[in-house]
């Protein structure tokens, strides 16, 4: 059985990061920044800031196993779960720290939960636009989810990790073929330089058009809409599970947007 909750009701700490400059001078702590963290939830291998060390302020704003920041500002929604491995660190104002009750759930189950479809649609349903979008600690804690068992958790857990271990095989499988692949490419038709061929302008095969923004201005256009809406930034990976905003069949009709076909291939512009 599950039980409907609140993000806040697992939540044994929540409070906002610390306000600093951040220097490049590494003799110091690591200073968590939402510029530091991938949409994935994994850290970006460079380009930390440190702040000195204070032990007053490590103490109270160092991060602990199972600590999950999530960003209120700018990149609203974007989480990242700490991970000991990643040395000790401290964390930004932007940043709001849940520290997950372990006796009702697993943190890892939650940071699945964060990058969820449920969450991103709770996120775009709440955000605010001030100076930008922002979100804050007690609306973050409304976030509601059934939460089964600790145990039915765990094993979903499992289930997880055996099949990221299995789409990290099929990717290292994958690369030997792409190599094979662009072999072949080039024996049949030639290099870059080959005039094997005649060329042709993409737009002599296949019908070009633009995407397009409802206007921002009528909440009609986004309010509670269905259809969902491709941004540049929803274009990386090898997969698009999610896409985070959504607009309303009036808002579609009312601008350039439209509906992709199966088989259409979009590029980002930006």
């Not at 060390?53 to 160092?62: A, E, L, P, Q």
């Amino acid at each position: 059985s599950m039980n409907e909750i609140t993000l806040g009701e697992i939540t044994s700490v929540c409070n906002y990061g610390y306000t600093a400059k951040a220097t490049e001078d590494n003799s110091g702590t690591v200073f968590l920044r939402i510029t530091d963290i991938n949409e994935d939830g994994t850290l970006k291998k460079d380009g930390f800031k440190f702040i000195p060390r204070k032990d007053g302020i490590i103490s109270k704003y160092k991060l602990q196993e199972g600590d999950i920041v999530i960003a209120r500002s700018g990149s609203v929604g974007l989480s990242y779960l700490y991970d000991a491995n990643d040395g000790e660190m401290v964390f930004a104002s932007y940043l709001i720290r849940f520290r997950i009750n372990k006796e009702k759930a697993n943190p890892k189950y939650i940071k699945c939960l964060l990058h969820s479809s449920l969450f991103y649609d709770f996120v775009n349903s709440k955000k605010r636009k001030v100076a930008q979008t922002n979100i804050n600690a007690t609306e973050l804690r409304q976030f509601k989810f059934h939460l089964p068992s600790l145990d039915a958790q765990n094993k979903f857990l499992e289930v997880m990790e055996k099949t990221e271990h299995l789409r990290n095989l099929r990717c290292k499988a994958n690369e030997n073929p792409d190599k094979i692949t662009k072999s072949l490419f080039s024996e049949i038709f030639g290099g870059p330089d080959s005039r094997r061929f005649s060329e042709k302008k993409l737009g002599d095969l296949c019908v070009v058009s633009m995407g397009g923004t409802p206007s921002t201005q009528k909440p009609e256009y986004w309010k509670d809409g269905t259809v969902n809406w491709m941004k540049s930034g929803d274009i990386k990976g090898e997969f698009i599970s999610v896409i985070p905003q959504k607009i309303t069949e009036l808002g579609m009709k009312n601008s350039n947007t439209r509906m992709y076909q199966k088989g259409d291939v979009v590029i980002a512009l930006n």
